[in-house]
């Protein structure tokens, strides 16, 4: 196997409340293969995001992880923060989620942007200056010299989620973990970031996870799917594969919920689940549901050699 995959083994992630525990990621189990683009999808709070900021190790104080992530030999959860500091960034970039509180008010959008060159690729300030200059063409910012004068909070949302684009991108690191990274974003700059996001990966051969509610950007952009539902990968297969022919009734849905198909939204269970039963977690919203989804655990069925579906009763 490539080192240069990511690997997750049975990753359990718990959030410690003051109301109690809340399991976000569940007993998941799947490989990122390097050099290929994976999209993971699902509905918020199916834990796509924990998971990939699990990877970092960039959640909050009160999250508990457990499970191994390996990348070249190491278990990404068992390192220092002087070690993750080495890796976030030069190997694995980041785009998060949300540009307003990863951007530092303090400090203008150049001198952000011009940090990691500095202090990852050992890059003297004039090549930094210069390689700012196009990243922030490469994102649509045509007068990069008067934007790298700015702050963040002088930009809208939209511009600062392209300005963390660039920054994740910065280093061109092996992997980048995209956390929807066209959020708050019109058509326009949706299909820029796609262009530049795609060029990237043409031109560095790098890998790719994109968390995404866009489901057109994963259809376009990726070559694997993943697809989340309450902590748990519940199918997984090439991009193309899933889209024309799901199998999870779960999938089958989020597609239907598609403009072009009609916006026929997933249905709400009325039925809470006990927790500790080893009943589908989507078997209250199911339509195709039965006593062996209620009473039997799930596991992933090997549907072929790249496919993988978590249900009794896919078709």
Not at 5 to 15: A, D, P, S, T, Y
Not at 70 to 86: H, I, W
Not at 206 to 227: N, P, S
């Amino acid at each position: 196997m490539d080192k240069n995959n990511i690997k997750i083994e049975n990753l359990n992630v718990k959030f410690v409340t003051p109301f109690g525990s809340v399991k976000a990621v569940k007993n998941l189990t799947t490989t990122f293969t390097a050099n290929k683009i994976t999209g993971i999808i699902g509905e918020s709070g199916s834990g796509k995001s924990v998971m990939g900021m699990a990877i970092l190790q960039l959640l909050p104080e009160n999250a508990l992880i457990n499970g191994t992530c390996t990348y070249k030999d190491f278990n990404l959860f068992k390192l220092g923060p002087k070690k993750m500091q080495k890796i976030c960034g030069k190997e694995i970039g980041l785009i998060p989620q949300n540009p307003n509180a990863s951007l530092n008010p303090m400090m203008k959008i150049r001198n952000q942007l011009k940090e990691p060159l500095l202090i990852h690729k050992l890059m003297n300030k004039k090549d930094a200056n210069n390689e700012v200059n196009d990243l922030l063409k490469q994102f649509g910012f045509h007068d990069s010299s008067s934007i790298g004068q700015k702050y963040s909070f002088q930009m809208s949302g939209g511009m600062n989620q392209r300005i963390v684009s660039a920054l994740g991108l910065a280093c061109k690191p092996n992997w980048i973990i995209a956390d929807e990274p066209t959020k708050g974003l019109d058509a326009i700059m949706r299909n820029q970031v796609y262009r530049v996001l795609k060029k990237i990966y043409s031109e560095n051969n790098c890998g790719m996870i994109v968390i995404t509610h866009d489901l057109m950007l994963a259809f376009h952009l990726c070559d694997e799917i993943r697809v989340m539902y309450s902590g748990e990968i519940i199918e997984q297969g090439p991009c193309k594969n899933v889209f024309e022919s799901p199998l999870h009734p779960y999938t089958k849905g989020l597609l239907n919920a598609l403009p072009q198909n009609g916006m026929k939204p997933v249905p709400y269970g009325s039925k809470n689940i006990d927790d500790k039963s080893s009943a589908c977690a989507f078997f209250n919203r199911c339509p195709n549901a039965n006593s062996n989804c209620l009473n039997k655990k799930m596991e992933n069925f090997s549907v072929s050699e790249k496919r993988k579906v978590r249900c009794f009763n896919y078709a």
